[in-house]
């Protein structure tokens, strides 16, 4: 086992701002604590909610690391005490509260998962964050069962090309919005059963008509503001409408009434704050229900594009363009 180097190339944010405030920079190697990793990161998922801290808008949890990247595959180099699964050797991707923009990262040794068959780093990096957020926010807060109808706001992004995968693999049918037609044409060739141009259409009439007049029975949305009250419009009776993010703003207006005629339920979560105990749960169904699906390719991540660590600021603008398709990862 190589030895672990004192101190290790990463992106720092040197200052809340755009993506030019992301620097490469040499810090001290991180030590793993109690119950966790230090993984020789091969690969790091670039996610909204690094560019939401990167703008100086999601701050990490206390206690966890100030560098962007929520999400790695790479090599233990070093278990910590009171680590049971993973040792020196194994390779792993895991989701973190922080850190991955970097040569090493700690993990919380229940949050690591291995990597599925036939799955490459670059492809490991970008199944955490998006995986623990559909699996939480769609099974397990919105409840999709088979037989139901899902829309999927954003079906091209990291989150809407796995959203509609999995729903599909579980037996769901499947409304994606996207923004172009080479976008649309993306989110049905993963299976989406209709796709809706929102710059063209009218989503909520093509959602109503989509599904014989009776409505969307789980939405999940990313956008919010005047989306919220468009989602109550087209969500069908007992219809579940679960935020994930807010990038059309914090605030909505809603029509109330119409929300308890048909019995919603509007819900929403953020995966950063939750506790080590919460995500080890996500961890252990994912591992057991859907890493038996990745392997079998079944489901599978859609790569948008690759930058080198030094280029995170590249990678970052490609995501605020809004012009990729799947999952945008840097390679160390």
């Known amino acids: ?34 119950g966790q990793l230090l993984v020789k990161v091969a690969a790091a998922g670039v996610n909204r ?85 559909v699996w939480n926010n769609v099974f397990e807060r919105g409840h999709l069962a088979a037989g139901e109808w899902l829309l999927v706001h954003g079906g091209s992004s990291g989150i809407g090309t796995t959203a509609i995968q999995l ?14 037609a080479d976008k649309c044409q993306a989110c049905l060739d993963l299976g989406a059963d209709k796709a809706i141009n929102y710059k063209t259409e009218d989503f909520v009439a093509a959602a109503k008509a989509a599904t014989g007049g009776k409505g969307v ?3 999940l949305d990313m956008v919010g503001g005047e989306y919220t009250d468009k989602n109550v419009a087209m969500a069908a009776e007992d219809g579940r409408i679960v935020q994930i993010a807010m990038l059309g703003g914090v605030e909505a207006k809603v029509n109330l009434a119409r929300l308890m005629m048909k019995r919603l339920t509007l819900t929403g979560s953020t995966l950063r704050p ?10 252990r169904a994912l591992e057991e229900k859907v890493w038996p699906l990745l392997a079998a390719g079944k489901v599978r991540v859609v790569m948008d594009s690759t930058f080198p660590l030094a280029e995170a600021a590249a990678a970052h603008r490609r995501l605020e363009t809004s012009q990729h398709i799947g999952k945008v990862v840097l390679t160390v």
Not at 6 to 25: C, F, R, Y
Not at 277 to 283: D, H, R, T, Y
């Open 274 to 283: 939750r506790t080590r105990e919460v995500k080890a749960g996500f961890a």
């Open 167 to 180: 729903a599909k693999a579980f037996g769901a049918r499947v409304i994606a919005t996207a923004g172009s």
């Open 49 to 133: 909610p690094d560019l939401a801290q990167r703008a100086g808008f999601y701050p990490p949890p206390p206690g966890h690391s100030p560098l962007p990247g929520l999400e790695i595959a790479g090599e233990v180099v070093e278990a910590g005490a009171d680590t049971t699964r993973w040792k020196a050797g194994d390779k792993v991707c895991a989701l973190v509260n922080g850190g991955g923009y970097a040569e090493y990262c700690v993990a919380e040794e229940t949050s690591a998962l291995p990597v599925p068959a036939g799955f490459d780093m670059v492809r490991a990096a970008a199944l955490p964050e998006t995986f623990f957020t």
């Open 1 to 34: 086992m190589p030895s672990v180097p004192p101190t290790m190339n990463a992106v720092a944010i040197t200052t809340p701002g755009g993506p030019e405030v992301l620097k490469l920079t040499q810090l001290p190697t991180p030590k793993p604590g109690s």
């Open 217 to 219: 029975d789980v939405i």
